[in-house]
């Protein structure tokens, strides 16, 4: 029996990303065991997966030395496959215990290509694949396997029972034109302008709308403002796999660069990415359709986490008008039917 290790610790966004490749490896191996070391925190979006066998939670506040002893320890578990789809120095300790002198298990490892961003983000030379599709650059390492394969039903996901009550609970006073709004990011210079979700709500008085935010995202209840008969504000109050669960339960998303984004491809649900500075942040899903203008600039950083260049702050993203957003909603009505 195939017995696969995949490795990836953080953050939000990259392991809802490389959730897309555990399918493959029960579509190419039906009876392997899937194990999974990801960091303590983030565990919970984990356990949604039924291809998971066993999950491993590493607590970051035991350091290095922590890490040592959960690897002698992994050795022992007699893994066939290691997938290192995190690439950084903890991924590099592991592999180096689990595989001493290079003796063991296969091994494949999701390369960051440092080279490249570097000469992109420094020179603008790009020699990354335009769009970089999230989930294909967690899969394409796969193919070294001969993995190709990674259809998953959509219904294939199990959240927590409570979990699915709280979240129905939450959201039994929407109706079926209901859009979750994902306005916020971990970076300013990733979010499309408050003014334009407000605008996105009034030009669109048939629908209702689900914010999902973070508890510090007071700027929502300005989007509130613009309806607050249509509009439910969820900032803040939901956990990490609560508003997991209601992007799985949504009809439709419009969302930014952020981890839900990715989350709403990985449900297969239809929706907007809006695309501004970030270069990682494109969906792969045929149902997402992508907002971005191509500026000479774009992208500028890997996270929204340097300053703009133009006089214009934020063209990339200002130039994406709520119109456009709105246009391709209402040319998708049929996401709102009865399921």
């Known amino acids: 029996m195939k017995k696969v290790l995949i490795i990836r610790l953080s953050s939000i966004g990259d ?3 490389c959730m897309s490749v555990t399918g493959g490896f029960k579509n190419h191996y039906p009876d392997c065991e899937i194990h999974w070391i990801v960091r303590k925190d983030l565990a919970s979006l984990l356990k949604i997966d039924p291809r998971i066998d066993q999950l491993i ?5 035991l350091g290095m030395s922590g890490l040592i002893k959960l690897a002698l320890k992994l050795r022992k578990e007699g893994y066939t496959h290691v997938y290192d789809a995190h690439s950084n120095i903890r991924s590099n300790i592991l592999k180096l215990i689990l595989r001493p002198l290079a003796i063991g298990p296969k091994l494949v490892t999701r390369r960051k290509s440092r080279l490249k961003r570097f000469l992109l983000f420094k020179f603008r030379i790009n020699l990354l694949p335009k769009p970089f599709r999230a989930f294909e650059s967690f899969r394409l390492p796969l193919k070294k396997w001969g993995i190709l394969n990674f259809y998953t039903l959509n219904d294939n996901w199990v959240f927590p029972k409570e979990t699915e009550e ?4 939450l959201l039994k006073d929407q109706p079926l034109k209901t859009i979750t709004l994902v306005p916020s990011a971990a970076w300013e210079l990733k979010r ?3 003014e334009y979700w407000k605008k996105l709500v009034s030009l669109l008085p048939d629908y209702h709308f689900t914010i999902l935010a973070g508890p510090t995202d007071y700027f929502c209840e300005e989007i509130v403002a613009a309806d607050p008969d249509r509009v439910l504000n969820l900032a803040g109050k939901t956990s990490l796999l609560e508003s997991f669960c209601v992007t799985a339960k949504s009809n439709y998303v419009v969302s930014g660069d952020t981890g839900f984004l990715h989350a709403a491809d990985l449900f297969n649900i239809p929706g907007c ?4 500075p970030t270069a990682f ?15 000479p600039c774009q992208p500028c950083s890997k996270h929204g986490d ?3 260049k133009l006089k214009e702050i934020k063209k990339c993203l200002i130039d994406i008008t709520p119109e456009q957003i709105v246009n391709e909603i ?8 009865p399921k």
Do not use: H
């Open 15 to 17: 392991i809802i990303q």
């Open 306 to 308: 340097t300053k703009c």
């Open 166 to 169: 709280k979240c129905l609970e």
């Open 330 to 337: 209402k040319a998708n009505e049929s996401c709102f039917l």
């Open 273 to 276: 990415a809006i695309i501004g």
């Open 192 to 194: 499309w302008p408050v």
């Open 57 to 61: 939670e590493f607590d970051r506040k």
């Open 281 to 295: 942040g494109y969906p792969t899903g045929e149902k997402m359709k992508i907002f971005e203008q191509n500026l």
